[in-house]
């Protein structure tokens, strides 16, 4: 695969993030993909899992954007290095910053997605601390 259709697939991926959009989300990923998002987590199956995934995304964010800071693209695999800033149903803003480590398939698909960022800092900074 090109190194030219991978970053499409990549910029596919963050844009149907930000635009909780399930079914574009998971027509990029194989019928056997998996997302370990963040990695230690169980993983989830995007073909299965994509309605229930936006629907928590949407239930805690009102927004979220992503940044791909820096792409590097071996093969048929793609390493993004990122940032997250969401605002919380809350109001409240907050931000982190990850890798996301991508394998694809020769025929254009995600197979595989392994996210690496604190999951816990990012719900801590959304948390309401007023009294």
Known sequence: MSK???EQLVNKYFANMEAMNPQ????IFTE????YDP???????PQEDAERFFGFLSSIFDKLELAKDNL?????S?????TMRV?????RNASTEGITVFEMNDS???KQVSSYWDESELMTQLKDTAN
């Not at 990695?39 to 199956?45: C, E, H, L, T």
């Not at 605002?87 to 109001?91: E, P």
């Open 87 to 91: 605002v919380g149903k809350n109001g």
């Open 4 to 6: 030219e259709t991978i």
């Open 78 to 82: 793609a390493a993004v290095k990122w």
């Open 108 to 110: 254009g698909k995600i």
């Open 24 to 27: 574009g989300w998971s027509e």
């Open 72 to 76: 590097f693209i071996v093969g048929n």
């Open 39 to 45: 990695v230690g987590n169980p993983p989830s199956k």
């Open 32 to 35: 056997d993909g998996l997302i």
